[in-house]
């Protein structure tokens, strides 16, 4: 039995790792999985790699592209889900904000710096023409913390999964401005260099029993009620939801890793840009 320790972020992507463990199919092809939750996001998950508190990531795509660009010892082994992430672009709800531009010169809340909510400012900004030298941000490391710092005046922006916000508008602590979908596949895998070196076969199990699971999972009787039981906060909205979430079974493209990393480049987040295969793992 090879032991592997696995993080992502507590949200409803993850459903099929969390069930996939508790049915003990990794257990079955010989894979220890040893899961767990990291609310803090893709910055700190990052970092989890670089000091070797995990063996493997799910994370967002833009911010492990950044992370190895800047060193961090891993590659992407594969691409998760291959939809885009829809990122909700918040404010407080009492605000008076009513459109973008009036959060220009703003405070963005981010979790982390070199986290999604931290990288797709920066998208947003390019989008709408903003000097990306004049971004404001005050970090509040999770949802929980954006929830307190955006109605106390503390920040005046935050950008989230909306799925995941959906409660928080609904409770009326924050207002959504509009969407800011992802330009590339929301979330990969990653895994730390030293255990592909040393455990490349358990790794090629662990991929084969999760894209066995996520293969079949829209089409499971029980997907909803399992995604609802999971996460009865966004039970309204889970359905839809669904609809819009493609998993992958693939590996990531050059091209895809490039067009990151051209994006990557062009909000001056990595000083240039590195070869593709220090990066990922590509197929054959």
Known sequence: MTRLRIVGVPEHFNTPWYDAIKQNHFTQNGIDLQWSDV???????????RDGSTDVAVLLTEGI???IALGNPAKIVQVYVQSPLLWGIHVAA??????????KNGRAAI???GSGSHLMTYVLAEQQGWPLDQLHFECVHTLEGAKQALPFDEADYFLWEQFMTQPVVDEGIFRRLD????PWPSFVIAVRNDVLQQNQEAI???LRVINEYTAGFKNQLNALQLLK?????????LAEWLTHTAWSQEKPTKEMISMVQDWLLKMALIPKKVDAQQLAIFAE
């Open 111 to 113: 979790s982390r710096f």
């Open 94 to 103: 009492k605000s008076n904000y009513t459109q973008i531009d009036q959060i």
């Open 39 to 49: 609310p803090e996001g893709t910055g700190r998950i990052c970092q989890m790699l």
């Open 204 to 206: 090629d199990t662990m």
């Open 179 to 182: 969407i800011c979908p992802t």
């Open 65 to 67: 592209v950044r992370d």
């Open 229 to 237: 039981s999971t996460f009865p906060k966004q039970h309204k909205v």
